[in-house]
């Protein structure tokens, strides 16, 4: 098994750093009464645990880990996972040789980028296929091509 990083010195609960995609027909948006909520909350309690309780964070949270019903075969997981001892708060984490089979870039991610992404991709897992979205004329759908 591969070795899980700790954050803040507590292991992560698997359901923190590996989110399955809800697909939605529809999301809750974030209103200005969330947002005055927020800023309400922040300066009765200072505290981070008070964003926490907040609708705003409900809200961001639910957008994060959602998807339209369009999207719904992908049967997408995202990995996320935060790290605030580290300056770009993002935390590494070690993977399973064969976990990563496929890479699946949207059709607006710039070249520098991309080439970045197959670099890394292929650095870290040799037998990952990356693919590049493109949009298909006449439909409103993407299809994708190999970029490796």
Sequence with gaps: MAKS???AGEQPHTNDVW???NYRAKLPKITCESIFQFVMSASEKPDELAWEETELSQIIK???RSKSVEWEREHEWRLMWLNDETKLKIQ???L???TITAVYLGCLVADPLRDGFVSETKRNFPDAKVFMGKKRKGDFALVFEPLS
Excluded: I, M, S
Aim: aromatic share 0%; proline share 0%; hydrophobic share 40%.
């Design 5 to 7: 990083k700790r954050l």
């Design 19 to 21: 989110g399955e995609v």
């Design 62 to 64: 639910l957008q994060v």
């Design 92 to 94: 590494r984490v070690d």
């Design 96 to 98: 399973l040789d064969g």
